[in-house]
C-alpha cells in the first residue's frame, strides 16, 4: 500500500533531510513510495521555510544514488534469482525486467539517466545494468546523473509551484514520462542507424 501524504510529511516532519533519504533508498529499490511526490512535497517545504534548499537536495540525490546503487549490487551479485523469488513482493515479474533489458541493449547506458523519470523502471534498469556485469565506474557514471537531474526537477517544481505543488507533480511526471520514452525511442534509431552506416577507412 502507497504512504499517504500525511505518513510522508510525517516521516519528513520527524527525521527531516534523514527521512527523505531513507524514503528515496527504499522508493528505489523498489518499495511502494511515490517518490515524485516526495520530492515535489520537499520541494514545496523549502517554498515555505520549513526545509534548506541544499540539504534537501543533498538528501534527494543521495537517497536515489544510494537506491540505485543498492539494485545494481543485487543485480550484478545475485542476478534475477531475486526477481523469481521474491519480485511478486513488490509487484515485478520477470516479463518486466525482460522489456526493460531489452530497451536497455538498444538505449544503452542513456537508460540509467531516463529512466529515472518513467515510474516502475528506475530500479529495474539498474538491476539489468548489474545482472549485464556493467562497470560500476560507467553506471555510477549515467545513473549518479540521472538521480541529479531527477531530484532536482521534483525538488525545484515544488518550490516554484509552491501552494500548486500536488497537481503540478502529476503535470510534470505525465510530461517526464512521455518525454524520456521520446528520447528512449530516438536513441533507438540512432544507434540502429549509426550501426548500420558503413564505417570510413
Given at each position: 500500500?502507497?504512504?499517504?501524504?500525511?505518513?510522508?510529511?510525517?516521516?519528513?516532519?520527524?527525521?527531516?533531510?534523514?527521512?527523505?533519504?531513507?524514503?528515496?533508498?527504499?522508493?528505489?529499490?523498489?518499495?511502494?513510495?511515490?517518490?515524485?511526490?516526495?520530492?515535489?512535497?520537499?520541494?514545496?517545504?523549502?517554498?515555505?521555510?520549513?526545509?534548506?534548499?541544499?540539504?534537501t537536495?543533498?538528501s534527494?540525490?543521495?537517497?536515489?544514488?544510494?537506491?540505485?546503487?543498492?539494485?545494481?549490487?543485487?543485480?550484478?551479485?545475485?542476478?534475477?534469482?531475486?526477481?523469481?523469488?521474491?519480485?511478486?513482493?513488490?509487484?515485478?515479474?520477470?516479463?518486466?525486467?525482460?522489456?526493460?533489458r531489452?530497451?536497455?541493449?538498444?538505449?544503452?547506458?542513456?537508460?540509467?539517466?531516463?529512466?529515472?523519470?518513467?515510474p516502475?523502471?528506475?530500479?529495474?534498469?539498474?538491476?539489468?545494468?548489474?545482472?549485464s556485469?556493467?562497470?560500476?565506474?560507467?553506471?555510477?557514471?549515467?545513473?549518479?546523473?540521472?538521480?541529479?537531474?531527477?531530484?532536482?526537477?521534483?525538488?525545484?517544481?515544488?518550490?516554484?509551484?509552491?501552494?500548486r505543488?500536488?497537481?503540478?507533480?502529476?503535470a510534470?511526471?505525465?510530461?517526464?514520462?512521455?518525454?524520456?520514452?521520446?528520447?528512449?525511442?530516438?536513441?533507438?534509431?540512432?544507434?540502429?542507424?549509426?550501426?548500420?552506416?558503413?564505417?570510413?577507412?
Open positions: 500500500m502507497f504512504p499517504d501524504l500525511q505518513t510522508i510529511l510525517g516521516w519528513i516532519s520527524a527525521y527531516g533531510y534523514f527521512g527523505i533519504f531513507v524514503l528515496l533508498v527504499l522508493g528505489i529499490v523498489g518499495l511502494p513510495v511515490p517518490d515524485e511526490i516526495l520530492l515535489t512535497l520537499a520541494g514545496f517545504l523549502v517554498f515555505k521555510g520549513k526545509l534548506r534548499f541544499a540539504p537536495l543533498a534527494g540525490v543521495f537517497g536515489s544514488i544510494s537506491g540505485i546503487s543498492l539494485s545494481y549490487g543485487l543485480g550484478r551479485s545475485l542476478g534475477f534469482y531475486l526477481i523469481k523469488r521474491y519480485g511478486h513482493y513488490i509487484h515485478v515479474e520477470l516479463e518486466m525486467v525482460e522489456r526493460v531489452d530497451w536497455f541493449g538498444r538505449a544503452g547506458r542513456w537508460c540509467l539517466v531516463f529512466g529515472y523519470f518513467v516502475g523502471v528506475r530500479h529495474l534498469t539498474a538491476y539489468v545494468a548489474g545482472t556485469k556493467l562497470p560500476f565506474a560507467e553506471f555510477a557514471l549515467f545513473a549518479y546523473l540521472g538521480g541529479l537531474l531527477w531530484s532536482a526537477t521534483f525538488i525545484c517544481a515544488g518550490f516554484f509551484l509552491g501552494e505543488w500536488a497537481s503540478g507533480a502529476e510534470i511526471r505525465r510530461h517526464s514520462i512521455a518525454g524520456a520514452v521520446i528520447l528512449a525511442a530516438l536513441l533507438v534509431v540512432y544507434y540502429h542507424f549509426r550501426k548500420r552506416s558503413p564505417r570510413k577507412s
